[in-house]
T-cell receptor, first 114, second 109 residues
Framework: EAGVTQFPSHSVIEKGQTVTLRCDPISGHDNLYWYRRVMGKEIKFLLH????????ESGMPNNRFLAERTGGTYSTLKVQPAELEDSGVYFC????????????FGSGTRLTVV | GQQLNQSPQSMFIQEGEDVSMNCTSSSIFNTWLWYKQDPGEGPVLLIALYKAGELTSNGRLTAQFGITRKDSFLNISASIPSDVGIYFCAGARQYKYIFGTGTRLKVLA
């Protein structure tokens, strides 16, 4: 089966611009998660979708971040306007069951805001 | 916010040596997981632990879920060059993972 796919793999944007990250989960996985790793720090939870519904967005840093999952398939994470501190690697993951059985992560999108 | 203390931060070892790393928390978790991240890739699940005291092996890897449910360790035996990477522990409560800061492992041939 195809894994979790993220696009783009790298993005360099200027402060104040908008960037949209995309995640295609494993087919049939209802649960989709976004995480972020800022340089040298731990990987932190951003939010969790079950199908198209946001179950938990407690980790979203602020209202410049907007995640969507229309139709319960792929998801997008938009940062608008981007700030320098948004730089990091954004990981998407998916799982079939809601639980702690281990997700499958994508390769991540490395975002650099200059 | 909640943190997991993962140590060591980095390790340089000779090929063939054994490696040990651990994670501790001030809070209890229902599940502990260990992931490995290679450069340019996402974390890949190595071992998942579901019960306090559980000891699980996956090839040369062995991990344990601490009795107190607040810690876990990962051992790698007879390291090889492809063991290079960043190892992350994660404590899980249902769907949400709390990750450690990672242990960067370098293996010298």
């Amino acid at each position: 089966e195809a894994g979790v796919t993220q696009f783009p793999s790298h993005s360099v944007i200027e402060k104040g611009q908008t960037v949209t990250l995309r995640c295609d989960p494993i087919s049939g996985h209802d649960n989709l998660y976004w995480y972020r790793r800022v340089m040298g720090k731990e990987i932190k939870f951003l939010l969790h979708f079950v199908k198209e519904s946001k179950q938990d967005e407690s980790g979203m840093p602020n209202n410049r971040f907007l995640a969507e999952r229309t139709g319960g398939t792929y998801s997008t994470l938009k940062v608008q306007p981007a700030e320098l501190e948004d730089s990091g690697v954004y990981f998407c993951a998916s799982s079939q069951e809601t639980g702690s059985g281990g997700y499958t992560f994508g390769s991540g999108t490395r975002l650099t805001v200059v | 916010g909640q943190q997991l203390n993962q140590s060591p931060q980095s390790m340089f070892i000779q090929e063939g040596e054994d490696v040990s790393m651990n994670c501790t928390s001030s809070s209890i978790f229902n599940t502990w997981l260990w992931y490995k991240q290679d450069p340019g890739e996402g974390p890949v699940l190595l071992i998942a632990l579901y019960k306090a005291g559980e000891l699980t092996s996956n090839g040369r890897l062995t991990a344990q879920f601490g009795i107190t449910r607040k810690d876990s360790f990962l051992n790698i035996s007879a390291s090889i060059p492809s063991d290079v990477g960043i190892y992350f522990c994660a404590g899980a409560r249902q769907y949400k993972y709390i990750f450690g800061t990672g242990t960067r492992l370098k293996v010298l041939a």
